[in-house]
C-alpha cells in the first residue's frame, strides 16, 4: 500500500533551490523572488488520482495526474516550458519523470512521519524540500 500523501503541508526548509531554478533557466528577478517564498502543499490523495497544490503569496500551481499515466504538463509561470510528464510509485515514494528541454528533470515525493520531502532534479542539480503536516 502506497503512502498516504493527504493534507496540507507547511514548508521548514528549501536548500539549493537557486541553484535549482538557475539549471532549469528560470530568469534573475523569478528567481530572487521564488527563493524567498515558503509555499505550502495541499495534496489530495485519492487512489491513483492525486491534486498537488502548490500555494504561494507569489504565484499558485496545481498539478492533477494519475499515477503511472504519462501526460503534457504546461509549466507555464514556473519556467514556462512543456514537458510529458510521468509520475509513479517506487515503493513508498512519488517519482516523476519529465521530459523536455532539460535533462534529467523531475522530481520525488517521500512523506516520514509528519514531514513530507521533495527532492527536485534538472541537468544534475538536485534541491531538497521539507513540509510539515499542518
Known sequence: MPADF??????????????YMKALDVNVAIRKIANLLKPDKDITHDGDHIIIKTL????????????????EEDLSGVDDRKCMTT??????????????????????HWVEGDELHLELRAAGVV????????
Open 6 to 19: 493527504n493534507g496540507y503541508w507547511k514548508m521548514i526548509s528549501n536548500e539549493n533551490f537557486e541553484e
Open 56 to 71: 504561494s503569496t507569489f504565484k499558485n500551481y496545481n498539478m492533477d495526474f494519475y499515477v503511472g499515466k504519462e501526460f
Open 87 to 108: 509520475i509513479s510509485w517506487e515503493g513508498d515514494k512519488l517519482v516523476c519523470v519529465q521530459k523536455g528541454e532539460i535533462e534529467g528533470r523531475g522530481w520525488t
Open 127 to 134: 534541491s531538497k524540500q521539507v513540509f510539515k503536516k499542518a
